[in-house]
């Protein structure tokens, strides 16, 4: 673990939190709202791993859509046995290396419709060191990456990242779609957010928590889940949410949807196949 800490700190030297993109972000504002596009973004990746009747058999799966339709136009699966044991804070080594292989195949023999951007099934800077699996794989493969979690991590970072202080904290201060909370710590580090989509004539519910799972915001107003946004990498926290937010067609956003749908049916029609390109 030693060793781990240390490459992790080594990569995280090359994290960038800014905007590092091959597309342009403009607001407009219509009827007294801000109204965000995004000029030139075509393709948006989405990856994910599923497992098997085990934890050591998983398919990777590297998903592409057609921005802004969210149309899958790309799919390739690998099935790989995870040889390291997960460590909590350590996810990355375990599960990145068929991610970015699957990354250097497209690259390679479908290069025009490489993601521009790509949102991760896991952690960015939501992370206990600010590293998770998706900035991880944003730095390795040079690409712009969001981490989108299902459930809050809590961090050591004061009161305020504790799972009370963020239940709270989100039931006072989002009240409507669109509205954003940040996951801000006591040392002033904000460590990614929490953000509700704006949907018409649907209303709020009110935020709760079942069992230690944190309910705390929407990406839909009508589902029943939160999801978690930071950043990953080339990117920054604001441009994460918006991005997410426009590829919220259910609770997850359609690019990791897509690909742990997908992924999930290839074990069931695949799983005697080694992967299919």
Not at 2 to 17: F, H, M, N, P
Not at 232 to 250: E, F
Request: charge should be neutral.
């Amino acid at each position: 673990m030693e060793e781990w800490a240390r490459v992790q700190t080594e990569l995280k030297s090359k994290l960038i939190e800014t905007d590092d993109l091959k597309f342009t972000k403009t607001i407009k504002e219509e009827n007294g709202e801000q109204i965000v596009e995004f000029d030139e973004l075509s393709y948006i990746g989405g990856v994910d791993l599923s497992f098997e009747n085990n934890e050591e058999n998983a398919i990777a799966s590297l998903i592409v859509l057609k921005y802004p339709s969210l149309e899958v136009i790309y799919e390739n699966f690998s099935s790989v046995k995870l040889s390291l044991p997960y460590i909590a804070g350590f996810l990355a080594f375990r599960e990145v290396t068929p991610l970015l292989d699957l990354l250097r195949n497209l690259k390679k023999t479908n290069p025009d419709i490489f993601p521009q951007v790509i949102i991760v099934d896991g952690n960015g800077t939501l992370h206990p060191r600010r590293f998770g699996l998706a900035s991880h794989l944003g730095v390795l493969a040079n690409v712009p990456t969001i981490g989108v979690g299902k459930n809050f991590l809590q961090i050591d970072d004061g009161e305020n990242l504790t799972m009370a202080h963020v239940k709270m904290a989100v039931k006072e201060k989002l009240k409507k779609g669109g509205d954003t909370y940040l996951l801000q710590g006591q040392s002033g580090v904000i460590w990614g957010a929490v953000c509700i989509k704006k949907r018409a004539q649907i209303y709020l519910r009110l935020i709760n928590f079942i069992f230690y799972f944190l309910k705390a915001v929407r990406s839909l107003d009508n589902t029943t889940n939160p999801i978690f946004v930071s950043v990953g990498h080339r990117i920054s926290l604001d441009t994460s949410i918006q991005i997410v937010l426009k590829c919220c067609r259910y609770r997850i956003p359609e690019p990791t949807r897509q690909a742990d749908i997908r992924s999930r049916e290839f074990i069931r029609n695949h799983t005697s196949d080694q992967s299919v390109q």
